[in-house]
């Protein structure tokens, strides 16, 4: 994070709630409220004048709402990590999905807390990691990922990757059976770019995780399911995975995958967070390497933290194939960033050849080490 001070404009219609988050603004370190702003109307005005480092905004505005501001934006080509504050409603997470694909950053609840401190501490809590991933991008701190990959500190894991994959030399990798996807911040745009690409026939399931709460997932599938070739839905407990179609781990439960039978079988659970994730890539994975060993593919795609890296950790140990995406696209180079550093990654690839490369990965042709 940048040691400078980090101006935010929030916009809100509640005088309650801007005083509300301008308190926990300005609680969070190196951040300062420039001011506030009544509607997405006088909001724009004050992006234009004031040119804050970021800013928060709602959802449900008049004269001009959440959606209209970052329309607005867009078609000016101003550029300003936003940060929703969502309602967790079905039409809140109808509405934050379209606000992500406008170019919104990330979202964060509106907290429902005891008491007015409980909501603060939450929102606080909430809104800090993200406050610090956007203005990691903010600040230009992204490189493309053949610098990256060129980067002497980066060697040693690349040695490893070929030589993890030099020992495997000679054994033909099993035709997998099953696909797992884990992605966070960005997340949504990602997926819309890439999800559309796969062919109806995609010969196996595909399991994904994304870091959303309840209702947010849902909305996330049949946008997705509105604009692909594949079959998109969010899962549901008891589900067998079929070639084809793709399952979202509802928003709030876990998900994994467990045979029965002898078939597989989807399970949704309340089981706790791991690494304060719920729905948990390493959770998912981890059923994945248990059940499928070397017949199975993961893909690590944008977003902040490391979950998924234990996961794949599995997944590699079992013989699967691992592929992250590469830096370039990536709104938060957190998770791919942390599976390429520990040497499991067998491809890195950029988000427009993803769907391309796990197409490839699924059939005949064999994944080779490098990007792409």
């Known amino acids: ?218 909305s996330l599938a049949d946008d997705l399911n509105r604009h692909s070739a594949i079959e998109v839905m969010e899962a549901e407990d008891g589900m067998e995975p079929t070639a084809g179609q793709v399952l979202i781990a509802p928003g709030g439960s876990q998900m994994r995958v467990v045979e029965m039978n002898g078939r597989p079988v989807v399970q949704v659970t309340n089981d706790p967070p791991e690494r304060s994730c719920r729905p948990s890539v390493d959770y998912l994975f981890r059923s994945i390497a248990h059940s499928y060993g070397d017949r199975a593919v993961g893909a690590i795609l944008t977003g902040m933290g490391d979950d998924g890296t234990l996961g794949c950790k599995l997944m590699k140990r079992a013989g699967a194939m691992i592929i992250t995406q590469d830096e370039q696209l990536c709104v938060v180079y957190g998770m791919p960033r942390s599976v390429f550093e520990v040497g499991i990654s067998d491809q890195v690839v950029s988000l427009e050849n993803m769907a391309s490369s796990l197409t490839a990965a699924v059939g005949q042709t064999p994944g080779q080490v490098g990007i792409v």
Not at 112 to 121: A, F, H, L, W
């Open 1 to 218: 994070m940048a040691t400078s001070t980090i101006h935010a404009l929030v916009v809100d219609d509640s005088a309650l709630y801007r005083k509300f988050v301008k308190s926990v603004l300005n609680e969070i370190q190196d951040v300062e409220v420039l001011g506030t702003a009544i509607n997405g109307r006088i909001g724009l005005e004050k992006i234009q004048s004031l040119q804050p480092d970021l800013i928060t905004l709602d959802l449900e505005m008049p004269e001009l709402d959440g959606l209209g501001l970052l329309r607005e934006l867009s078609d000016r080509g101003i550029e300003v990590p936003t940060i929703m504050i969502s309602s967790l409603t079905a039409e809140g997470a109808k509405a934050t999905n379209e606000a992500l694909q406008l170019g919104a950053f990330d979202f964060v609840l509106k907290p429902i807390g005891k008491s007015p401190d409980e909501s603060r501490e939450q929102l606080k809590r909430d809104l800090a990691p993200k406050i610090n991933a956007s203005l990691s991008t903010l600040y230009g701190r992204k490189k493309t990922s053949r610098q990256l990959a060129n980067r002497s500190s980066l060697q040693p894991s690349s040695a490893e990757v070929i030589h993890n994959l030099a020992q495997r030399a000679g054994k033909p990798r099993p035709q997998p059976e099953i696909v797992g996807i884990g992605v966070s911040t960005g997340g949504p745009v990602a997926l819309n770019r890439m999800i559309p690409k796969l062919p109806a026939n995609f010969p196996c399931p595909i399991l994904l995780v994304q870091h959303m709460p309840p209702m947010f997932t849902k």
